[in-house]
């Protein structure tokens, strides 16, 4: 139910746990995630209901993309310092 206390922490705990880029959930953002970008590569029909492709589309617009893959990247490298 939306609007909740109870969704409002499931969230927090949601974004603790998360790490942008790391789409399988190990801690690590690695080329096991990039293969999994890989494998959703200009998928058009991502959506909350799978998940926006198992976190490949990272920015939500249905797509994954190049725009997806520039952000990837980019928590790659962050991921290595
Ligand atoms: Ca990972
Ligand atoms: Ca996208």
Redesign the pocket.
Known sequence: MVGTGTDAVDWIQWEWKYTPGDFNGDGNVDIVDGSILLGHWLEVD?QADND?CAG??????????L??FASFTQYWLLSMF
């Open positions: 991502c926006w490949s589309d990272i920015n939500c617009l249905s797509q994954v993309n725009v997806d």
